[in-house]
């Protein structure tokens, strides 16, 4: 079965993102700990659109969508990456999800998204005052991107960072991971 989705991402430029200040993670009392999030599917083909113009495009592999924190760092990157090049859930020959992005030579679409450290607690609106600044958010973004690629051989295409993107996937399965960097989930 396959579902189609749409996502339309919004410029994070002036939203408050990464004002440097922290704010509890939760109410379990974790303290003030930040954690890179990935929102990862895996997909038969998505692709992502700017300005009417794809800019990247895969079929069958992973569509990542990542949310950089402040405070991140190469921990982090590190976590998300191996995790990303090594989670099993694609099929073997018996129909068990036990293979990997590399394991199906598969590809990884990887989105930039700030919105994933939304935190809709307290009110309607949400609050992003835990997201990296753009600065950040983009080297650790580049960074985990070269990751894959570099130190995992995994192909990877991008969005373009900061950009009113317009994300199409065919979600396999539907299959649909969670990762933090700091195992909060």
Known sequence: MFTEQRYRLGVAAGSGCGSGKRCLKNDAGRGNEEDMRAVVQRVTDADVTVDGRVTGSIEKGLLVLLGV????????????SKKLANLRVFDDEDGVMNRSVKDINGKILCISQFTLLGDARKGNRPSYFT???????????????????????????????????????????????????????
């Open 69 to 80: 924190e402040d405070g991140d760092e190469q921990k982090d990157i590190e976590y998300i």
């Open 131 to 185: 997201a990296a600044r753009p600065e950040l958010a983009n080297e650790l973004y580049r960074k985990v991107i070269n990751s894959l690629e570099n130190e995992f051989g995994i192909d990877v295409e991008e969005g373009v960072f900061q950009a009113d993107m317009l994300v199409r996937i065919n979600n396999d399965g539907p299959v649909t991971i969670l990762l933090d960097s700091r195992r909060l989930f």
